[in-house]
């Protein structure tokens, strides 16, 4: 784990930090660079009122001097612009716990005698400061063309059919699109479904795709649980607010195949396209696929094909509509009250999932290469292992095993 991040903040507090340890010397790093990142998750349709209230903007504290990262704890900070409407106010107590939402189970874990503090930390207001971090990591890979991008799938019953439209044009049009969703026609329906849940007080949840380009071989490995890539993109894309699934590449459709039609047969490429069938070792030829079940992960360890994460989101749980509960403070059963929310998030949490996959991709290309700057790290890039023949020969020996 060359990279690591934490965050700090309440939504309704002050500000929000982040320190990102572990990048390199030698990165050209703006606010721009990051602030763009953080445009990215205020918008989508379906959010709620707080992001016209919020304009986020970072500072940069530390870790950056004259443009260029140091190697030294990058700091980040972003203040809440809706801080000041809360500090000093007297507030309604908060006794009726959402179902759904860390309310209750944070009460119980932490004793809290107001469900506030809950709400205040559980909040996805935090995952601003995943983006801004993720928006480090994103520049630090972009370094090596690594490009990670990411739209919406579907939300509810709306599922959208890709084709094969190429990744590329995917990000491209989902960033045009205000429901994230790369095909108009579908992305027409997206927004009529987050119309109505709007109108009926509600909220909706969808599917996002995460895929990361031009990754070299080898990141990540199978010799130890915790360093097997999909774990660690699993546990990251998990731990964003309201995501109750991922799967990697084709995993729930492969589990309805049978073996021989669920993975993808490695084949040889020459420089031209050309497949190679004949016997002899032509060493300028590729390992190819033509096809991607596996999502870019086989063993633990990348090999070379988009990664392709896809994560589901639940509907949040802030509803208008109210839901049953038990007000604490009286010991009734009573319903929730509404505290304002977003609709469907699901759009907006696509560069968030990015940011959490780019922190993933960055730490493992880190922990392949080594290296404490730019200059160091860059040349190795350039000499890592690929999948061709010319830089795997084999012994084609018999050999004694365990003697
Ligand atoms: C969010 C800020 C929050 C919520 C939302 C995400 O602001 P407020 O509570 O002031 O409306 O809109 O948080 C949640 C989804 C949640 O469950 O708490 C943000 O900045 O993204």
Not at 20 to 26: C, K, R, V
Not at 241 to 266: C, L, M, S, W, Y
Request: glycine share 10%; charged share 25%; proline share 6%.
């Amino acid at each position: 784990m060359p990279l690591r991040f934490l965050t700090a903040g309440e939504s309704h507090g002050p500000s929000l930090t982040t320190i990102l340890d572990g990048i390199p010397a030698g990165l050209p790093l703006t606010t721009e660079i990051i602030n763009k990142e953080l445009a990215r998750r205020q918008h989508g349709y379906g959010s709620g009122g707080r992001m016209k209230i919020e304009k986020d903007t970072v500072q940069i504290l530390g870790g950056v001097i004259g443009g260029e990262t140091t190697g030294a704890p990058i700091s980040l900070l972003v203040q809440n612009a809706d801080h000041v409407k809360w500090k000093g106010k007297t507030i309604e107590p908060m006794t009726t716990p959402r179902p759904g939402h860390a309310d209750l189970t944070g009460a119980v874990k932490y004793g809290y005698k107001d469900l506030r503090p809950a709400l205040e930390r559980a909040s996805a207001r935090e995952t601003a400061m995943r983006v801004a971090a993720g928006a480090v990591c994103k520049h630090f890979l972009n370094q090596f063309g690594i490009i990670v991008g990411g739209y919406v799938s579907s939300i509810g019953e709306i599922q959208t059919d890709f084709g094969d439209m190429p990744y590329e044009e995917r990000f491209i049009r989902a960033e045009e699109s205000d429901v994230r969703c790369p095909i108009e026609t579908y992305a027409n329906q997206m927004r009529a479904e987050i119309e109505k849940t709007i109108h009926g007080k509600n909220t909706l949840g969808g599917v996002l795709e995460i895929v990361a380009l031009n990754l070299p071989v080898g990141l990540g490995s199978f010799v130890q649980w915790d360093r097997r890539l999909e774990a660690k993109l699993a546990h990251a894309v998990m731990s964003v607010q309201a995501i109750k699934g991922v799967e990697v590449g084709d995993a729930f459709e492969n589990a309805k195949r049978i073996g021989t039609e669920a993975h993808d047969p490695i084949q040889l490429q020459n420089a031209e396209g050309g497949m190679q069938n004949t016997n002899s070792r032509p060493s300028t030829f590729d390992l190819r696929r033509s096809t991607n079940r596996a999502g870019g992960i086989e063993g633990g360890i990348s090999n070379g094909q988009p990664i392709i994460i896809r994560a589901a989101m639940k509907p949040i749980a802030t509803t208008l509509l109210p839901q049953p509960t038990v007000d604490l403070a009286s010991g009734t059963e009573s319903p929730t009250k509404y505290e304002r929310s977003d609709f469907c998030p699901v759009p907006r949490a696509v560069p968030i999932l990015e940011a959490m996959v780019v922190f993933v991709l960055a730490d493992v290309l880190l922990e392949k290469l080594g290296g404490d700057s730019m200059d160091e790290i860059k040349p190795r890039f350039e000499s890592l292992r690929k999948a061709t023949l010319e830089d795997l020969p084999m012994d084609n020996i018999p050999h004694v095993f365990w003697e």
